[in-house]
């Protein structure tokens, strides 16, 4: 363990994914020169508001029981509102997917989170996904659809058409999330890939 | 105050400078799993590292009584040094400007550290910059050069002159680091105010 504090900060700040030590200093010359300020203000230092929200974090926040989603309850806020349509359910990889999916305001269903994709080479298999708790979740509910929504690469794909024969047996409709062209995207500039792929899965107009 | 941590902790870690909304969720959400994941190894779970990291920075961390940098203690490392050569003193803007000159290992000195630059227009003035305690310092180790470190901006070039215009009475050599191109770079990318300066500071060769 270091002995200085301010180096010490600078360490623990740069194991943050994305912050090099370079920044990790700024980053705490920051945090000091900000706290300090704030105490000579009267108000709570900037380390210990972040500090407080670590230790909060670390105390209270444990995986939904239904869905996987993070949450500091035994059961997150979608799982547990009412208002939500629990028999559409919308598979995601991670916690960070839920957030954005919930940011456009435009689903009304239920979630599940598998905290990655299938990758048998790194060992992740249908156990670590805890896919079990997934089809007994859509069976509970009697889910009429499920939605994958798994990213668009190859791990997502795999995962989602896995997924997709996993649930067959249980009479449920699967659907995926369409891929093409990004909104505002123009055909000179989007990469192959995605253009072959959004011709592929054209849809009819009339 | 926000009731749920997750989103608490995005909140604060969003406070920080460079960090949106976006990058502190995926901070969050990575401090929460390299968390559990460590206390499933019967580790220390990084958001506890990083919370007491920052809770001692914010109990031990002052200015250190010589030299106004960052410290744990009454005085500095720097200034605590027996093998530093306190007649030779290196006046910088901040506290990450010590750490550069330090990290090239090429600088045996002491410094003083502004904490910021001369900006009547901002309200930064002598006294915010603690001169007096500078000409004092500079006076009590019998200095024979203060080097003018500060950044080679409109700021930084204003208060290396005004420093060097208030030491004048004091007898001590005052000198400018240099301002040029940088090593390595190439004059076709240099530029405008750059290579003039590098022109007009020409250096005689023989």
Redesign the interface.
Known sequence: MHT???Q??I???G????IGER?A????????K??SRAVAEGGQ?????????????????GLCKECQN???HERC?VCTDPARDRTVLCVVE???DV?AIESTGSYRGIYFVLHGALAPLDGIGPEELKLGLLVERVQQNACREVIMATNADVEGDATALYLAQLLRSTGVGVSRIASGIPLGGELEYIDHATLSRALSERRSVY
Chains 1, 2 share one sequence.
């Open positions: 200085d504090p301010i010490r900060l360490l623990e700040l194991r943050l994914p994305g920044t200093a700024r980053l705490a010359f920051y945090i000091i900000a706290s230092p900037l380390s210990r508001d972040l500090a407080h929200a670590l230790i909060e974090v670390s105390d209270k926040v993070l949450c500091a806020a991670g916690v960070a957030r």
